[in-house]
T-cell receptor, first 110, second 117 residues
Framework: DAKTTQPPSMDCAEGRAANLPCNHS???????VYWYRQIHSQGPQYIIHGLKNNETNEMASLIITEDRKSSTLILPHATLRDTAVYYCIARGTSYDKVIFGPGTSLSVIP | SAVISQKPSRDICQRGTSLTIQCQVD?????MFWYRQQPGQSLTLIAT?????????ESGFVIDKFPISRPNLTFSTLTVSNMSPEDSSIYLC??????????????FGPGTRLTVT
């Protein structure tokens, strides 16, 4: 699985969009970009995943660059409950193991 | 999605003893995984558990220390054997491949917080 790089921490004002970047310059053609988050003392929660097209669901949007070397997770209107560690993972076919990096600790500030 | 429960939710154990953690899923699933999360750290994969075969362990984890069972498609156990304080962690079960669903993401249990004294 390709290695991903994320900033260790970010702040975001409540109600504003939170844009979390991820670099995955060695991603291969069949690897998807997955995002999970872990709210303190809970198990990780799946957010979204994509291959090369932008994706949107009820939680977030995922923007993947055309060369697929980086992506951005967008939380359109961050709330205090979005304070968590966000993990970006490059992963191959289904049932591949999920390898977690250190992630980005997002703090949503009132 | 899948609802995953783990027992116990937390425990305090003495060194040298063993603890078995149970993971129960409300749906049949293809794959089950066990992770460890040490204090202040990210998650580390311990092993992958498939029904009907032995678990596949990641580098640094061995079956004698972390025996795993997967008797059916909805249940698995992880045993932490001969515990030492370094085993104090949160242990998480995750699943993938919920029967009847075509999406492929992992769902995680709430974790078991283990403290070894």
């Amino acid at each position: 699985d390709a290695k991903t790089t994320q900033p260790p921490s970010m702040d975001c004002a409540e109600g504003r969009a939170a844009n979390l970047p991820c670099n995955h310059s060695t991603i291969s053609g069949n690897e998807y970009v997955y995002w999970y988050r872990q709210i303190h003392s809970q198990g990780p929660q799946y957010i979204i995943h994509g291959l090369k097209n932008n994706e949107t669901n009820e939680m977030a949007s995922l923007i993947i660059t055309e060369d697929r070397k980086s992506s951005t997770l967008i939380l359109p209107h961050a709330t205090l409950r979005d304070t968590a560690v966000y993990y970006c993972i490059a992963r191959g076919t289904s049932y591949d193991k999920v390898i977690f990096g250190p992630g980005t600790s997002l703090s949503v500030i009132p | 999605s899948a609802v995953i429960s783990q027992k116990p939710s937390r425990d305090i154990c003495q060194r040298g003893t063993s603890l078995t953690i149970q993971c129960q899923v409300d749906s049949q699933v293809t794959m089950m995984f066990w992770y460890r999360q040490q204090p202040g750290q990210s998650l580390t994969l311990i092993a992958t558990a498939n029904q009907g075969s032995e678990a596949t362990y990641e580098s640094g984890f061995v079956i004698d220390k972390f025996p795993i069972s997967r008797p059916n498609l909805t249940f698995s156990t992880l045993t932490v054997s001969n515990m030492s304080p370094e085993d104090s962690s949160i242990y998480l079960c995750s699943v993938e491949g919920v029967r009847g669903q075509e999406t492929y993401e992992q769902y995680f249990g709430p974790g078991t917080r283990l403290t070894v004294t």
